[in-house]
């Protein structure tokens, strides 16, 4: 049964895909990002998980926009929703950069209020499901049929308009 599962899921990942012409565009404009260590700031919503890191910590009434272009170091987006793909309710699928993170093709469009405002471009190269597992034995392979991957390259735009948390 689950092999079916993973099966039809490929096969929609695969359609969506070709739905979108290989182009992914999430806006996330509700939320904040908060303080995970003295340089990094994350965001955690419904299917989304994303860290951004700054090469000095920010202090609370000091930040301007350019302090921010210049001080940012890199992003991670670790989990993003794809808007569209009807995915199992035990499931959690979401696309896969290349690399963990970067700072490529990441723009700092604005800083007002505590508002930030950003833009970023990126590659991906694949999309990755795993049905969620109660307790997984540690260090073995997962069973056939609870994960899936469907790997081309397609593009990503993402804008994020968020509450930047300094405390």
Not at 72 to 95: E, H, M, R, T
Not at 132 to 157: L, S, W
């Amino acid at each position: 049964m689950s092999m079916n599962i993973a099966n039809d899921l490929e096969k929609k990942i695969v359609d969506w895909l070709d739905r979108h012409r290989n182009r992914f565009e999430l806006d996330i404009h509700e939320g904040s990002l908060r303080p995970l260590t003295p340089t990094s700031y994350t965001y955690s919503g419904p299917g989304t998980s994303i860290t951004i890191g700054f090469k000095k910590s920010l202090k609370q009434g000091t930040i301007n926009l350019e302090e921010l272009r210049e001080n940012f170091d890199f992003i991670a987006l670790d989990k993003l929703p794809l808007i569209g793909l009807d995915v199992p309710s035990n499931w959690q699928v979401y696309p896969q950069t290349p690399v963990s993170s970067f700072d490529e093709g990441v723009h700092i469009d604005s800083y007002e209020n505590n508002q930030l405002r950003m833009t970023i471009v990126t590659s991906f190269f694949a999309i990755y499901g795993m049905q969620n597992q109660e307790h997984p034995i540690m260090d073995k392979a997962a069973d056939e049929g609870t994960y899936v991957q469907v790997r081309r390259n397609f593009e990503g735009v993402i804008k994020l308009d968020l509450t930047l948390v300094i405390e």
